[in-house]
C-alpha cells in the first residue's frame, strides 16, 4: 500500500470516529459515602414510609407495640415489657432482624398505614411461623394497630440549628441520645406531660428530672428552660442542648 492509500484511509477514520463521537467520561463519587444506598440499612426506619411511634392492637386497651426510629421495637402487654427487638423496612416490608423472644428472626410481613391504622400481613404462609405456638401470628397475620395520640411529643432524628450532624434522636419508648454524626455522647431517658419534657435519666453525669417546654410546628422542635436555666449551668452540654435552642427534624 502506497503513502496515499494510507493517508486517506487515515482521514476516512477520523471523520468516522468524529461523527461518532467520544464515549462519555465515568463519573465516580467524590468519596464512598455518595455511592447510593441500594436498600436499607438494618435495624434503621429512617428514610422510609413505616411510621414509628405508640400503637394499639385493634380490640385492646393496653396490647401495645412501640417502634422506634433507631430500628429497634418494643412490645407490651399491661404495662410490662414482653418482647424487644429489632426490624429494617425495604418498600412496604417491615422484617424483624432479632428478638429477645427466642424466636427465629428474618420474618417478613407486608404494611399499610393510612396515617392512624398500621396493618400487616405475612410474606408467605403464615403457618410457617411457629414462633411462640402462634404468639407472632396473633399480632402480625392480618392484624391492624392504631397510632396513639396520647402525646404530641414528635419521635425522630433532630438537627441541631447552625450544624450539620450534630443533634437529637427521640424514640417512642421515652429513649433519646444525643450524638454527633455517628459517635452518641449521652444517652437518656425522659416524658412528657402536655408540652414539658423532663428529662429522667442520662449517662453523662448530670442532675435529672431537668424540665423543659417544648414547640413543634411538624419540623421545627424548640426548648426552653421551665425556671431559670442558669440553675443548670454546672450540666453545660444539656445547658447548649435545650436553653431556646430549635432542632429540626430529618429523614435522614
Known amino acids: 500500500m502506497n503513502t496515499k492509500s494510507i493517508l486517506f484511509l487515515f482521514v476516512l477514520l477520523s471523520s468516522i470516529l468524529a461523527a461518532c463521537g467520544a464515549p462519555a467520561p465515568t463519573v ?5 459515602t455518595d455511592m447510593p444506598s441500594t436498600g436499607p440499612t438494618a435495624g434503621s426506619a429512617a428514610s422510609s414510609n413505616f411510621p414509628t411511634g405508640k400503637f394499639i392492637k385493634s380490640g385492646t386497651t393496653n396490647y401495645v407495640f412501640i417502634f422506634n426510629e433507631d430500628g429497634t421495637y418494643s412490645r407490651f402487654e399491661r404495662n410490662v415489657t414482653a418482647t424487644r427487638g429489632t426490624y429494617n423496612v425495604d418498600g412496604n ?3 424483624e432482624t432479632s428478638n429477645d423472644g427466642g424466636c427465629a428472626s428474618n420474618i417478613s410481613h407486608t404494611f399499610t398505614f393510612d396515617g392512624k391504622n398500621l396493618t400487616f400481613n405475612y ?3 403464615p403457618q410457617d411461623d411457629t414462633c411462640g405456638g402462634g404468639r407472632r401470628r396473633a399480632d402480625f397475620n392480618n392484624v391492624t394497630y392504631t397510632l396513639s395520640e396520647e402525646a404530641n411529643f414528635p419521635n425522630g432524628k433532630f438537627i441541631k440549628a447552625g450544624t450539620t450532624n450534630y443533634g437529637l434522636l427521640f424514640n417512642a419508648d421515652g429513649t433519646f441520645s444525643v450524638f454527633e454524626g455517628d459517635h452518641t455522647y449521652v444517652r437518656a431517658t425522659y416524658t412528657v406531660e402536655g408540652d414539658v419534657f423532663t ?10 428530672n ?7 410546628d411538624g419540623t421545627n422542635l424548640t426548648f426552653n428552660y421551665v ?5 443548670d449551668i454546672a450540666c453545660a452540654g444539656r445547658h447548649a442542648d435545650f436553653n431556646n435552642v430549635t432542632y429540626t427534624l430529618t429523614g435522614i
Open 28 to 32: 465516580h463519587p467524590a468519596n464512598p
Open 227 to 231: 425556671g431559670n436555666p442558669d440553675a
Open 199 to 208: 428529662e429522667t435519666s442520662n449517662t453523662g453525669g448530670c442532675e435529672t
Open 123 to 125: 410474606v408467605g404462609d
Open 93 to 95: 416490608v417491615f422484617t
Open 210 to 216: 431537668e424540665s423543659f417546654t417544648y414547640t413543634f
